[in-house]
């Protein structure tokens, strides 16, 4: 139960919704424990049972169509997911990345046999995916990525290495972001799919040590001569990558902004639970007047940002969530998580330091929210562009 005074819009009262959101608390229940979790932080990966589990569930593909062998839903099922995956600390499970980012591209680019061939695998969870744009080289500037993907015979062959590339260690499925024609700069880019399992000369490399989301398998990836059939260029045309990489941007963004939410939410709850039954001085530290008013700020804020993500939300929908607004939305929201994390932190004291509280774990989770998903600096200048 949000801690916020603002009634969930009505697309998202419906009572469909309603039931996939107690399906989905259930699930996380079960199958998301607070020690499976733990184990999860140690081994710095989810394992491949959560994702069979989920899929099992009903959880993947939820907003693609029941004839690509989705579940017929649309982005109010994602956001119901991320949101849960946030207010359950079930930091690290990259489905949103699978459902919400990566399946798309296969359904709004894919040809039709593309997206028969691979849909119906990645909602039953054989296939698990991730996303590879970044480089050593080359990260907020996209147009600078060296890795290649040149014809040869009736395919290409890859060359170039990927790093923080989420799921990293897990993925089978890899759209990797390439120059087709490295003479040209956007339009010499496209999108490859590697299906890892099918290919010779590719490697992982390390499960990166991370300040935060310490079971995200964020990887480094090798790709060496990888030889992969023509079919597998995403939407059969070269030089659409820029454009494929575009189009899915405001979702991509606005599901940050979803994220950071989710995460703004229960450290509030979190934190007013904790100051009723704290006491210092004779008094619980609710009854101190900095305490009230640390919370009455934050509670404000959060409620203005949850009426702005509610508005993206609905225009998204509609198909009218343009990218300056999503860009709003995702630095906007995730500069707000970093802040209010950080003041409800301060209100656990010594506690608030130690993992044993989620409070810790999530001022460090949340950093990366500023960062990944185009820089919160990036997010400004598209925004500028529209002044
Ligand atoms: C945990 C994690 C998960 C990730 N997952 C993925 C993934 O799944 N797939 C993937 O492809 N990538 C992923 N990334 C990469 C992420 O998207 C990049 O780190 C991010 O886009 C920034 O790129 P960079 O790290 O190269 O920073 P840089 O581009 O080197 O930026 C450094 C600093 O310069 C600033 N800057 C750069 N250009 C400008 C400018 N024009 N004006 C003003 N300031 C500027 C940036 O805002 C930043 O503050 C992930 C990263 C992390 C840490």
């Given at each position: 139960m949000s801690v916020l005074n603002v009634d969930r819009p009505e697309f998202m009262a419906e009572e469909d919704i309603r039931l996939f959101e107690d399906a989905c608390i259930r699930f996380f229940e079960q199958s998301a424990p607070p020690e499976r979790v733990e184990k999860w932080r140690k081994d710095k990966v989810v394992e491949r049972a959560m994702w069979e589990e989920a899929a099992q569930a009903g959880l993947l593909g939820l907003s693609t169509p029941e004839e690509y062998g989705g579940m017929g839903g649309d982005y109010r099922h994602e956001v119901i997911l991320m949101e849960q995956i946030g207010l359950q600390g079930v930091d690290g499970f990259g489905a949103s990345l699978h459902n919400a980012i990566v399946m798309p591209y296969i359904f709004h680019y894919g040809t039709e046999d593309q997206k028969r061939k691979w849909l119906?695998?990645?909602?039953?969870?054989?296939?698990?995916?991730?996303?590879?744009?970044?480089?050593?080289?080359?990260?907020?500037?996209?147009?600078?990525i060296r890795t290649t993907a040149k014809k040869s015979g009736n395919g290409y062959v890859i060359n170039g290495s990927k790093t923080f590339i989420t799921n990293g260690q897990t993925a089978n499925f890899i759209i990797v972001v390439a120059k087709t024609d490295p003479t040209q700069g956007a339009r010499g880019t496209s999108l490859m799919v590697v299906e890892t399992d099918e290919v010779e000369g590719f490697e992982r490399g390390r499960n990166l040590n991370k300040l935060g989301q310490p079971a995200q398998d964020t990887s480094e990836l090798f790709f060496n001569d990888v030889k992969i059939p023509a079919?597998?260029?995403?939407?059969?045309?070269?030089?659409?990558?820029?454009?494929?990489l575009m189009g899915q941007l405001p979702q991509e963004r606005l599901n940050i902004a979803v994220q950071g939410m989710a995460t703004i939410e229960r450290a509030l709850k979190l934190t007013i639970d904790y100051v009723k039954d704290r006491k210092a001085f004779g008094k619980a530290i609710i009854d101190f007047q900095n305490t009230q008013f640390v919370l009455a700020e934050c509670k404000t804020e959060a409620t203005v940002a949850r009426v702005f993500v509610n508005h993206c939300i609905g225009?998204?929908?509609?198909?009218?969530?343009?990218?300056?607004?999503?860009?709003?939305?995702?630095?906007?929201?995730?500069?707000?998580?970093?802040?209010?994390?950080?003041?409800?932190?301060?209100?656990?004291?010594?506690?608030?330091?130690?993992?044993?509280?989620?409070?810790?774990?999530?001022?460090?989770?949340?950093?990366?929210?500023?960062i990944y998903g185009g820089t919160n600096e990036i997010m400004k200048m598209l925004i500028a562009r529209t002044l």
């Open positions: 119906p695998r990645l909602a039953s969870g054989e296939l698990i995916s991730a996303i590879a744009m970044t480089e050593p080289g080359a990260g907020s500037d996209l147009q600078g079919e597998n260029l995403l939407g059969s045309e070269e030089g659409k990558g820029f454009f494929q225009e998204h929908l509609k198909g009218k969530l343009d990218a300056a607004t999503a860009s709003m939305a995702k630095y906007w929201v995730t500069d707000l998580e970093g802040k209010i994390v950080d003041r409800c932190l301060q209100l656990f004291g010594g506690y608030g330091f130690m993992d044993e509280y989620p409070i810790s774990r999530m001022y460090r989770d949340s950093r990366i929210q500023r």
